[in-house]
């Protein structure tokens, strides 16, 4: 009986971790989107959590207007990805010539992302949406059961990751992305303009974050409000990897989508933020560079 116990356990725990590593990578896409700009702009981008929201619905509205899921959400890429330029222009870039402070541009993200989550909820409502609630196909690894959206989200995100660090190490856009994230005013004075460069990080970001939200919302629905929760898992990845360094991101993570799946083992659910938080502030406290970063002198 004793044994048996064991082999359930480890059964468990296996399980769990395997649904942690999944969460992980999807925690992962969307920190580089976030990344993308903080580490290029310092923008703390909280309307980050809107394009999440909006990429979902887009992805829904098409599939119910019967365009096939993979156009749909192409579609919802491409879209989300507009959207994230579009605010760049109409509101960071502006101010950013005004030189506003980022405490203002802050302010600013918020409103965008406060009033943009009211005009979904006003159009699409606030109930909770879904594709289908079937499980469909289901894999098995031995004890462990993977869903075919989970096989899904696992080779998608490791692709999109992949595809992510070869532009960035082996492309010219690459280049500048890394060349700003190191020095923005270097960058400028060597004749380089930051509008160009500024415009690619925008529409990867909301490409990266587009990309998240659509393999979650195919699994588990969405609504108006889930935004947040995931902008808040993806800053924590970002700062227990490393700010600064897009790597940081991936290990940040997948350490968090594992940490969290334990806490589910163990406790419950709900526990999830609270033990999330109180690794962020560990982390502050203890190694604010994160498990990557290089610890940095202010003068």
Known sequence: ??????????????????NGLITGLLYAVASLGFALVYNTTRIFHIALAVLYVAASYFFW????????PLIS??????????????IEKSVYFPLFRLKSSLNVVLVSSIGVFTILTNLIAMYWGNETKTFSSEIGNVFTLGEIIITGKQ??????SVAVIAGFFIL?????TGLHIKAIR??????????FSLINIRSIAFLLSGGMIAFASCLTAWDTGMDP???????????????????GRFESCIIGGISLGIIQALVVWQWSAQWQEAITFVILLLFLFIRPQGFIGEKSRVV
Not at 61 to 68: A, D, E, I, L, P
Request: net charge negative.
């Open 1 to 18: 009986m004793y044994n048996i116990f064991l082999l359930l356990c480890q059964t468990m725990l296996q399980q769990f971790l395997i």
């Open 61 to 68: 509205q098409f599939v119910t207007w019967h365009v096939t």
């Open 73 to 86: 959400f192409l579609i919802a890429v491409l879209l989300t990805a507009v959207l994230s330029l579009g």
């Open 151 to 156: 096989v899904l989200q696992l080779f998608a």
């Open 168 to 172: 960035l190490n082996f492309s010219r």
């Open 182 to 191: 190191d020095d923005a005013e270097l960058y400028q004075v060597t004749g």
């Open 225 to 243: 409000y889930v935004g947040m929760p995931i902008l808040l898992n993806a800053i924590v990845a970002l700062i227990i990897g490393g700010t």
